[in-house]
């Protein structure tokens, strides 16, 4: 089975693309390895890759050639708001399915063969607070302040705008909220 991976290899979120291109390949090696999917008779899974270079425009590009040249079933990717919406419409224009992730849910069509795999910032960031107050009470530890490292133009506005939000729901106060920017 032949998929395709849209993601940024490069640009603004390069960063991101390559951990996602990582954790998608050790996924695809160990379905391969387990005897490949079962319900197609253990056919094993072989994707090419496309760098859309964290532009909508060449994501739609590459999701074009994946489908009509390199002949994929499926495309994962891309990553990212303004490619995921791109890119979307030709999903269903080429009926092929599109699993998307990492963008905010901001697709207000209904779309038959896309999905965003994406959750809700604010319930991750409220998981994490979650996991963090629940290992501080563990070790009874005490708040005095909270440091958001990562800061960057991609996810940085999101957090500082939700994280204080998040922490307020868990009887921290936002003032101990540092935020490197």
Known sequence: VKIGLLLP????????????????EFAIE???KGGGIKSLGGAKIEYVLADDKSMAATSVSEFERLVT????????????????????????????????????PVLTEAYSYGRNMQALPSN???AEVESAV???????????KVAVIGYDVAGGPMHKSLIPDVMEKFGMSSKKIVINE
């Open 9 to 24: 290899l490069s640009g603004v979120l390069g960063v991101q693309g390559t951990d996602a291109r990582q954790g998608i």
């Open 30 to 32: 160990e379905i391969n």
């Open 69 to 104: 040249s390199k002949k994929v079933s499926l495309v994962i990717g891309p990553y990212g708001t303004s490619g995921i919406k791109a890119v979307f419409p030709y999903a269903d224009r080429y009926k092929v399915p599109l699993i998307s992730f990492g963008g905010a």
């Open 124 to 126: 991750v960031f409220g």
């Open 134 to 144: 629940a290992l501080m009470q563990e070790f009874n530890l005490s708040i005095d």
